[in-house]
């Protein structure tokens, strides 16, 4: 028994095969761009400047380094104490 496909068949099948691999491409293409436009979005791609300023050295160079000895140090008060309550 001879199975003969008709030409109107052959034409239908190669079409919706083809309008599948189109569909599955182009979803693959949005979910691979989307979450690079979301970075974008949201700024995390924002560039860094390289160049140093001079203002904010010179303000970390003014401020003044404590040592341990320079800090308070005052006793951690206990649930017994009469502060804490």
């Known amino acids: 028994m001879k199975i003969k496909l008709s030409k109107y068949f052959v034409f239908i099948s190669l079409l919706s095969f083809l309008a599948v691999f189109v569909f599955i491409v182009q979803t693959s293409y949005n979910k691979l761009y989307q979450s ?5 979005e949201a700024g995390l791609l924002k560039t860094l400047d390289p160049n140093i300023e001079e203002d904010i050295i010179s303000t970390i160079k003014e401020k003044k380094e404590y040592q341990s000895e320079d800090l308070i140090t005052a006793p951690l008060p206990t649930e017994a104490s ?4």
């Open 36 to 40: 690079q436009r979301q970075m974008e």
């Open 82 to 85: 009469p502060s804490a309550l």
